[in-house]
């Protein structure tokens, strides 16, 4: 299985080559096929112009502009709509996520998942440098999340997941322009029939660069995005479900199974399979 790896990045030159070589390092230790696109996004640093050196000695990695005007939700669509590998990871540009934890979200998918999901908020996580404000912010928004649609997931907002080709057809066509798309592609997923695999990851905030989310503008977004997902969920009736959903309604089991074995794997042990969880919608 060929994992791309979709990193938007905007005005993260000193920070970019360090995420580049520790996502490769990881991903090449494992040895996991693999391509690395950046998707610059209208940056005024010269982070493109690193991107492009980095990929001078390393064919598998790709330095691309985002067609589309700013925003980070238009540079995650712009590398989904040209990703080559049958699974596709989304994954920050300023090392917040863990490498590492990409190559467990590869074997959750390997082991039979639609979509591979961490979460910074249960047993065995590890989360440093959260600001106090954000994080209370990002709590209740959760919450809400979970409460509206009972998916058992505490973490939807957080934009590091993976999810197989087929996945991101299903989602198609996407609507968000920003960090809304963080929650519309994993709520369309979970809505339209697509399993899950939850597993623990860390997080680190930056050390380098600014941060691109304005909170101040992305409440409305949020909300809109949040809603048209679960007015569709309600009242589609099952009309964008994927196909074949009743065929796959008894995998459950396996993919509990398989998420255990991916938690053990890593040396989560027995403790923390329960976290790694599989849900069938």
């Given at each position: 299985?060929?994992?791309?790896?979709?990193?938007?990045?905007?005005?993260?030159?000193d920070?970019?080559?360090?995420?580049?070589?520790?996502?490769?390092?990881?991903?090449?230790?494992?040895?996991?096929?693999?391509?690395?696109?950046?998707?610059?996004?209208?940056?005024?640093?010269?982070?493109?112009?690193?991107?492009?050196?980095?990929?001078?000695?390393?064919?598998?990695?790709?330095?691309?502009?985002?067609?589309?005007?700013?925003?980070?939700?238009?540079?995650?669509?712009?590398?989904?709509?040209?990703?080559?590998?049958?699974?596709?990871?989304?994954?920050?540009?300023?090392?917040?996520?863990?490498?590492?934890?990409?190559?467990?979200?590869?074997h959750?998918?390997?082991?039979?998942?639609?979509?591979?999901?961490?979460?910074?908020?249960?047993?065995?996580?590890?989360?440093?440098?959260?600001?106090?404000?954000?994080?209370?912010?990002?709590?209740?928004?959760?919450?809400?999340?979970?409460?509206?649609?009972?998916?058992?997931?505490?973490?939807?907002?957080?934009?590091?997941?993976?999810?197989?080709?087929?996945?991101?057809?299903?989602?198609?066509?996407?609507?968000?322009?920003?960090?809304?798309?963080?929650?519309?592609i994993?709520l369309?997923?979970?809505?339209?029939?697509?399993?899950?695999?939850?597993?623990?990851?860390?997080?680190?905030?930056?050390?380098?660069?600014?941060?691109?989310?304005?909170?101040?503008?992305?409440?409305?977004?949020?909300?809109?995005?949040?809603?048209?997902?679960?007015l569709?969920?309600?009242?589609?009736?099952?009309?964008?479900?994927?196909?074949?959903?009743?065929?796959?309604?008894r995998?459950?089991?396996?993919?509990?199974?398989?998420?255990?074995?991916?938690?053990?794997?890593?040396?989560?042990?027995?403790?923390?399979?329960?976290?790694?969880?599989?849900?069938?919608?």
């Amino acid at each position: 299985m060929k994992l791309s790896v979709v990193i938007p990045a905007r005005n993260e030159v000193d920070g970019i080559a360090t995420t580049l070589n520790s996502v490769v390092q990881a991903l090449e230790r494992e040895g996991i096929e693999y391509e690395i696109l950046v998707v610059d996004d209208s940056s005024t640093d010269g982070t493109a112009a690193a991107v492009a050196e980095i990929a001078e000695d390393n064919e598998r990695i790709y330095s691309l502009r985002s067609h589309y005007s700013k925003g980070f939700g238009l540079a995650v669509r712009a590398g989904l709509e040209r990703f080559a590998g049958d699974a596709v990871a989304i994954m920050m540009a300023d090392g917040s996520d863990d490498p590492e934890d990409l190559v467990r979200y590869y074997h959750l998918l390997e082991d039979g998942y639609d979509c591979a999901f961490g979460s910074r908020f249960v047993h065995g996580a590890e989360v440093t440098g959260y600001p106090r404000f954000k994080l209370v912010l990002n709590r209740i928004v959760n919450w809400a999340i979970r409460v509206l649609f009972q998916h058992g997931y505490n973490d939807t907002t957080n934009a590091f997941k993976a999810y197989r080709r087929e996945v991101i057809e299903t989602v198609e066509p996407l609507l968000s322009n920003h960090f809304n798309l963080t929650v519309e592609i994993p709520l369309k997923a979970i809505v339209r029939g697509h399993s899950y695999g939850i597993v623990p990851v860390a997080w680190r905030g930056r050390v380098s660069g600014r941060s691109k989310l304005a909170l101040q503008e992305m409440g409305s977004r949020y909300l809109f995005i949040v809603l048209i997902v679960f007015l569709e969920h309600h009242l589609s009736r099952g009309d964008y479900r994927r196909t074949g959903f009743a065929e796959q309604s008894r995998r459950g089991e396996l993919r509990s199974r398989a998420a255990r074995r991916a938690a053990a794997r890593d040396g989560a042990g027995e403790d923390e399979s329960a976290e790694a969880a599989a849900h069938d919608q």
